[in-house]
């Protein structure tokens, strides 16, 4: 069972223009939450968090919105770069049985931004 | 900065070969991790250790056996490659605390022919 979702396997967006990426989960325990950006050939690199208690984050031209209710999450990137082309996971945190928190990955989108 | 060094980027293997995929961290993180990243399927965690010489399944062990002999060591092992291991891998460390955020390594390729 998935418990953290991107559907959106790709997304294409003029540069400029505003990109929105979404992530739901199902697991009302997650109380953090990331993302992360990944270009081919390289590891993942971390791009922005939220904690459960807030609604909004934001850095520079990222912003993470979280809606509790909804179960739902969404990265904006304002205004959009070609050098932001690349995959974008999504993440969620949970303490775990094992005594250490636990990240547990989307599948990823996988963000173009045409020049 | 956190620095994770996975020792091989790219690695071409033959089915039933044994393989070491090496990790070293420099930042004392107790944490760190295994994960494979395939298209469409995102990041699997393999295994995980929180302690030298402690290790703990993750969601898709089989097939995998993990060494954590030194804090800043952490390998994978396949004892015998099959084609469906083929994939990239990604080992990662993560310090104390509540946050959860990882620090990646830059990933090795594995294919097994």
């Known amino acids: 069972d998935q418990q953290v979702k991107q559907n959106s396997p790709s997304l294409s967006v003029q540069e400029g223009r505003i990109s929105i990426l979404n992530c739901d989960y199902t697991n009302s325990m997650f109380d953090y939450f990331l993302w992360y950006k990944k270009y081919p050939a390289e590891g993942p690199t971390f791009l922005i968090s939220i904690s459960s208690i807030k609604d909004k984050n934001e850095d520079g031209r990222f912003t993470v919105f979280l809606n509790k209710s909804a179960k739902h999450l969404s990265l904006h990137i304002v205004p959009s770069q070609p050098g932001d082309s690349a995959v974008y996971f999504c993440?969620?945190?949970?303490?775990?049985?094992?005594?250490?928190?636990?990240?547990?990955f989307g599948k990823g989108t996988k963000l173009s931004v045409i020049p | 900065d956190v620095k994770v060094t996975q020792s091989s980027r790219y690695l071409v293997k033959r089915t039933g070969e044994k393989v070491f995929l090496e990790c070293v961290q420099d930042m004392d993180h107790e944490n760190m991790f295994w994960y494979r990243q395939d298209p469409g399927l995102g990041l699997r965690l393999i295994y995980f250790s929180y302690d030298v010489k402690m290790k703990e399944k993750g969601d898709i062990p089989e097939g995998y056996s993990v060494s954590r002999e030194k804090k800043e060591r952490f390998s994978l092992i396949l004892e015998s490659a099959s084609t469906n291991q083929t994939s990239m891998y990604l080992c990662a460390s993560r310090g104390p605390g509540g946050t959860g955020e990882l620090f990646f390594g830059e990933g090795s390729r594995l294919t097994v022919l």
């Open positions: 993440a969620a945190s949970a303490f775990t049985w094992a005594g250490s928190y636990q990240l547990t």
